[in-house]
């Protein structure tokens, strides 16, 4: 009787193990697909921007240069949506730096610090890790937010105004 427990266990054990090996090279092989289909990719374009553009426009303060120009575009496939694509355009002015254009996703988030109904354009871009706020004043004004959604304290001007372009 202690043989045939040892030799149930045995197998029980074997079988385990065979069970453990198949998973691994299971994952080994798949992991290898993975690879070799992401060498063979093409790099993730930035997203085509299509669709209704609604653009806002301003001149914001700059410590080191004489303001910062932002051109937004947020695009959107219906007036309704709620979500799209966007670029943004800073430009130094007075300064030699060239315009920095950046894409992204951008969708409408309830709330910020002061009003939890309010509406607030999150903006994320594709190639980075940065993030902007705007709060919705009205259909013709957007403010920008510190990270925390908070508005800026500042007696300058931090708002983009709806334009024709």
């Not at 994952?27 to 553009?53: A, C, D, W």
């Not at 951008?106 to 980075?128: C, E, P, T, Y």
Request: hydrophobic residues 35%.
């Amino acid at each position: 009787m202690k043989n045939r427990i040892m030799f149930v266990v045995g197998i029980f054990l074997v079988l385990i193990v065979c069970i453990g090996v198949f998973l691994l090279f299971s994952q080994f092989i798949n992991h290898q697909k993975i690879n070799s289909e992401n060498m063979n990719s093409e790099p993730t374009p930035l997203p085509t921007l299509v669709g209704i553009p609604t653009s806002y426009t301003g001149i914001l303060p700059c410590a080191d240069c004489s303001g910062l120009k932002m051109d937004l575009m947020l695009y959107r496939n219906n007036p309704s949506d709620t979500a799209g694509a966007y670029n943004l355009q800073e430009t130094y002015l007075g300064t030699k730096t060239q315009p920095y254009d950046t894409r992204g996703k951008w969708k409408i988030i309830k709330g910020d610090k002061k009003d939890q109904n309010a509406q607030v354009f999150f903006l994320s871009a594709d190639n980075s890790r940065e993030t902007e706020y705007f709060l919705k004043i009205n259909e013709e004004k957007i403010k920008l937010l510190n990270k925390q959604l908070a508005e800026i304290q500042s007696s300058s001007n931090y708002t983009l105004t709806k334009s024709s372009h």
